[in-house]
């Protein structure tokens, strides 16, 4: 499915970098599934003109039957989905989610299920399960809760997602070829606040290098405070990458030359154990997945 949905999205686009961005993917990954499928039918799909890709004649006889074979998938997979009494799906969502997959997700879900209402909710990491075991939502979506707050609660890993530590591109520390938390330590850092899953990753890490606590910290949640923030004060910020990948693609933002990989946590989906999901919700948990597998290409 994902290689014949990339082929329909370059065919579409007669680009490459416009189905990428479509597709919310990166080029080189898109290219190199183009050729896994070119490999596999034995032959090109797309000549290049001045006018961008256009299908060579094995493209059009494949674009001719995927374009309906793709129809029909969908099709059937909204009628055997198709919510049946439940005309609300409620989803507690953690803000690092908030702004990437989730809303594509949603939307998709919506494009085929108009009838179905999606109730998006966000309470701190403790309400949030309280709210999933008791019933109030139907899943969650976000990163791995702590061990000690599992009980009860199943997870399904979607992708893996580090903490970063980010910064105007004007901060004295941006493109400096190492930064230290000394360094950051040594200016005001916006920080998540106690209490949240992110800080106690920050703490663990902050701790193990000999640091135990920022000098100088602002505690906020609120991402869109965050980058609000850091758009006008030579501060530095710890933050999921998903939630400033967009400032960072087109350098409204810089990541910082720390490295970061004992921060990087599982993103997915939890689940209160023993209790299945109606079918409303299970139809928007089988979107997600989909759009967190294309957010997760290389």
Request: aromatic share 6%.
């Amino acid at each position: 499915m994902r290689h014949l949905r990339c082929f329909v999205e370059v065919a579409r686009h007669g680009s490459i970098t416009r189905a990428a961005q479509a597709l919310n993917t990166v080029q080189p990954s898109l290219s190199r599934t183009l050729r896994e499928l070119e490999d596999e039918i034995g032959g090109a799909l797309f000549e290049r003109t001045g006018r961008g890709l256009v299908l060579t004649s094995a493209g059009e006889i494949l674009m001719r039957h995927v374009g309906v074979g793709l129809s029909q998938i969908s099709k059937g997979i909204r009628q055997a989905q198709e919510p049946r009494g439940a005309q609300i799906v409620t989803m507690g969502v953690l803000p690092n989610v908030a702004r990437t997959v989730a809303p594509r997700a949603i939307a998709r879900f919506k494009a085929n299920f108009p009838g179905t209402d999606v109730r998006v909710v966000f309470f701190p990491t403790s309400a949030l399960i309280d709210h999933l075991q008791e019933g109030g939502v139907d899943f969650l979506f976000g990163r791995l809760f702590s061990p000690e707050r599992l009980k009860g609660v199943s997870f399904e890993h979607l992708y893996s997602e580090p903490l970063v530590f980010v910064a105007h591109p004007d901060h004295p520390l941006a493109g400096r070829p190492e930064v230290t938390l000394g360094d950051i330590d040594a200016g005001l850092v916006l920080v998540p606040p106690p209490g949240t899953i992110i800080r106690s990753e920050l703490d663990k890490f902050t701790v193990a290098h000999g640091l135990a606590e920022f000098s100088n910290k602002i505690e906020s949640i609120l991402f869109e405070f965050v980058r609000a923030y850091l758009a006008r004060a030579d501060a530095t910020a710890c933050i999921p990458l998903g939630a400033v990948r967009p400032e960072l693609g087109d350098r409204r933002l810089v990541r910082l030359n720390i490295a970061t990989d004992e921060m990087v946590s599982s993103v997915g989906l939890s689940f209160a154990s023993g209790r299945e999901i109606n079918p409303a919700a299970a139809a928007l948990a089988s979107v997600i997945r989909e759009e967190a597998a294309i957010y997760a290409m290389p």
